[in-house]
């Protein structure tokens, strides 16, 4: 429902209906909380843009064409709902995308551009997934998921913690948000292996890692955390064979994008007990399938996509987007995104 019916009822009985039919449409997408007006002032559009808030994931292109076809401006959390070449041909009053983040390996910005649609992003906070990583990391190392439903059901110290200090950890990309991971765990005094298929010396000696490669890293660290943007080359990156190659009480933690993981290898390993276990943020299907085989393991820890979802987060990335909408409308974009 639009967030500004009331507009259109005065409209109708002022019989300025016109005027609001005139008016163009935004849709912000997959709002799963339902708080993305609260995030920002969208009110203040109000007498140039209709804004219509959309609350339930949009499954396929079929899906979301029938919805979304008569918007010209969407805002699109994250990559919460793809935008195919095949969508974007369906969408023929598109004129402005707007991607919270400044990247999104599931917007396809050629075909946008090549049908004359501005894509536009935002800036994103990188400490709350570092944060949300050191979380899963520690409820993994002390099982406290499991202890904390076995105080519900009325049992008392199941299992036998691994402490941190000491330990390895092994980061599988020396970004921005694997440096930040890498400096909360040597504060647990952790020694920090890194690789990535970029990485340098020098910049491993600036985060005070030391830089492996990939085999050692996966051999090595008691505990794997992925932290890589997503494309063609980066799929899979953690295959089978780096799997295999961890230690049976390692453990394997991503936060950054499911189709990293060759989560078929990671599912066989975790039921075969072939590595402790692992903590999951991230998945190829979200939301997640009900029936999913990840949700009936025991050696898992899994949340619902939380690494960016924070009040601040959401602030940084919805005032921005807002800022884009009316940077556009005033023939003066910002954060424009070209294809790569």
């Not at 009985?13 to 002032?41: C, E, F, P, T």
């Not at 406290?144 to 059901?153: F, L």
């Not at 005094?189 to 996966?218: C, D, I, Y």
């Not at 085989?293 to 924070?310: A, F, I, Q, S």
């Amino acid at each position: 429902m639009p967030v500004y019916k009331p507009i259109l009822m005065a409209c109708q009985r002022s019989g300025r209906r016109h005027w609001y039919k005139s008016m163009k449409r935004l849709a912000i997408l997959d709002d799963y909380q339902g708080v993305a007006l609260s995030m920002a002032n969208w009110a203040s559009l109000k007498s140039e843009i209709v804004t219509d808030v959309i609350t339930e994931p949009l499954h396929g292109t079929d899906a979301a064409a029938a919805r979304l076809k008569d918007y010209e401006v969407l805002i699109a959390m994250r990559e919460r709902t793809p935008f195919p070449r095949a969508l974007l041909e369906r969408l023929p009053k598109l004129k402005l995308l707007v991607t919270t983040g400044m990247r999104n390996a599931s917007i396809d910005v050629k075909a946008a551009v090549e049908r004359g649609v501005l894509v536009c992003g935002t800036g994103m906070l990188p400490h709350p997934t570092a944060e949300l990583t050191l979380g899963l990391i520690l409820s993994l190392a002390r099982h406290i998921p499991y202890e904390h439903q076995g105080m519900r059901e009325g049992a008392w110290q199941r299992t036998l913690g691994m402490s941190l200090n000491g330990r390895t950890l092994g980061v599988v990309g020396l970004g921005k948000l694997g440096s930040e991971v890498a400096r909360l765990c040597q504060a647990l005094h952790m020694k920090v292996l890194a690789w990535s298929p970029n990485l340098t010396p020098e910049r491993a000696a600036q985060a005070g890692v030391e830089m492996v490669a990939k085999e050692s890293l996966f051999t090595n660290a008691d505990i794997v955390t992925v932290h890589m943007v997503l494309s063609e080359r980066s799929r899979g990156i953690v295959d089978a064979a780096s799997i295999a190659a961890m230690k049976k009480t390692a453990y394997l933690v991503n936060t950054s994008r499911g189709p990293l993981v060759d989560t078929k290898a990671l599912i066989d390993a975790l039921t075969e007990r072939r590595i402790a276990g692992a903590a999951i943020d991230v998945y190829d299907e979200e939301p997640l399938p009900t029936e999913h085989p990840l949700r009936k393991l025991d050696n898992v820890v899994l949340t619902p996509h939380l690494g960016y979802v924070t009040q601040e987060n959401y602030r940084v990335a919805y005032g921005e987007a807002l800022e884009d909408v009316k940077a556009w409308l005033a023939g003066k974009p910002l954060r424009v995104l070209q294809p790569v």
